[in-house]
């Protein structure tokens, strides 16, 4: 379905295609191992075919919706959008806790938060409020999003995921059985293939890490392409060549690992190996990432969520009246700003901010979702740069977090 992700480690993925042929003393007969590649590819398939049943989506155009899905947060929109704990997912969580007043974000080469001295009286979602206790507990009402405090943006992040996963139970299929199958299966066939066409463990090795790397981050590259698609498609107003460039990225990465992982095998068992192998190792990332499925009621959320993208991904103003869109407001902009971060229209709706309070210089404090005080740094030109600066922070913060590595107890 419809997540901007970054595919580190292509480098990594991709070196076992490059160093298999160094072990080649010779190609051993191609014959079982283009039977074995045939069995694997034919068994995976039939295995797809059996196991995925996802309701099908109707192709007609999106009704723009100017609410979010009654009981799903930000958080869970860009959850069920990216299918796990993302960047984008963090920032969203952490919007959201601002737009409900549970904490101010300060903006600064180290964004801070602080847990609001009055909060509402009301409780957000639990997803949101183990985030809150998770960054700014009572007892430490304050933190810096910067690698110092790492250890605690790991611990949020997990918590976040964990509430997260429970939230999306009702939406989310996640087949986490049959993925792990399809990876195991992928790696097992082209390890032993590796193994009978090199006549070297080393090279079943490298082949199966190959594809556990291949199959990890093609799959989030398909979910990242199909998402820029659908976003290209369906909502107006958006940068649709930035859109298209980023599916495309994501489906040449697929395709040209794949291809150079078939020609690492290719080149000790012979060209219908090296095309089979491909062809298996694309079935397995296709699966991987069309396995986890939306139940019927998370069709119908996914829908309206989309419909919700159409309206705050629009800026013509001709268009929103076109649509009966409602009269933007400091509370509604305030309120419906994370949920632009969380299905990925963030910048076409901070253009749309801006041109408000353009407008209507007076509601900067009750509309903008971040600290404008004298704190916030650095104060950039214009709210649209602001906004998105800010936003940026909260995403790198997040990647710090996934960078973080415990130390681990010194022997003594």
């Not at 796990?84 to 938060?113: M, Q, S, Y």
């Not at 981050?217 to 909502?235: D, I, M, P, T």
């Not at 629009?314 to 509604?332: H, K, M, V, Y």
Request: zero cysteines; hydrophobic letters at 50%.
């Amino acid at each position: 379905m419809v997540r901007t992700p970054s595919l580190p480690g292509v480098g990594t993925a991709l070196a076992p295609a490059l160093v298999v042929p160094a072990f080649a003393q010779g190609a051993p007969a191609a014959d079982p191992v283009t039977g074995l590649l045939v069995a694997a590819l034919l068994l995976l398939t039939a295995g797809l075919f059996a196991v995925r049943k996802r309701p099908r989506e109707s192709a007609a155009a999106v009704i723009p919706r100017f609410r979010p899905p009654e009981g799903v947060s930000a958080a869970l929109a860009a959850y069920l959008g990216d299918r796990g704990v993302t960047a984008r997912v963090f920032a969203a969580a952490v919007a959201e806790l601002a737009a409900r007043g549970f904490v101010n974000v300060v903006a600064g080469p180290k964004p801070r938060i602080d847990r609001a001295p009055r909060p509402p009286e009301t409780n957000p979602p639990l997803e949101l409020r183990a985030l809150l206790e998770a960054l700014v507990p009572r007892r430490r009402p304050q933190i810096e999003l910067g690698r110092g405090n790492g250890e605690i943006l790991l611990l949020a992040r997990n918590e976040l995921g964990r509430n997260l996963a429970r939230a999306a139970a009702p939406y989310l299929r996640p087949n986490g059985a049959a993925v792990g199958a399809v990876t195991t299966l992928a790696t097992l066939a082209l390890a032993l293939a590796a193994r009978l066409a090199y006549g070297h463990t080393d090279a079943a090795l490298l082949a199966g890490f190959f594809t556990l790397g291949y199959v990890f981050f093609g799959a989030q590259a398909l979910q990242s392409a199909a998402l820029s698609w659908e976003r290209h498609r369906r909502v107006p107003g958006l940068g649709r060549p930035r859109e298209l460039a980023r599916a495309g990225a994501g489906l040449l990465f697929v395709l040209l690992a794949g291809l150079l992982g078939g020609l690492g095998l290719g080149l000790a068992a012979g060209a219908s190996a090296g095309a089979l192998a491909t062809a298996l190792l694309l079935v397995a990332v296709w699966g991987a990432r069309s396995l986890p499925a939306f139940t019927r009621e998370g069709t119908e959320v996914w829908r309206h969520l989309q419909g919700l993208a159409r309206y705050l991904g629009t800026t013509d103003a001709a268009e929103l009246r076109r649509i009966a869109a409602p009269e933007d407001t400091p509370e509604t902009l305030r309120g419906l700003y994370p949920y632009a971060v969380a299905l990925g229209v963030e910048s076409a709706f901070a253009r749309r901010l801006e041109r408000y309070l353009d407008a209507h210089p007076e509601e900067v404090q009750a509309a903008m979702l971040w600290n404008t005080g004298a704190e916030s740094y650095p104060r950039m030109v214009g709210l649209y740069t602001y906004s998105l600066g800010v936003s940026r922070a909260l995403h790198n913060a997040y990647q710090q977090a996934g960078a973080y590595t415990p130390e681990l107890p010194r022997n003594r």
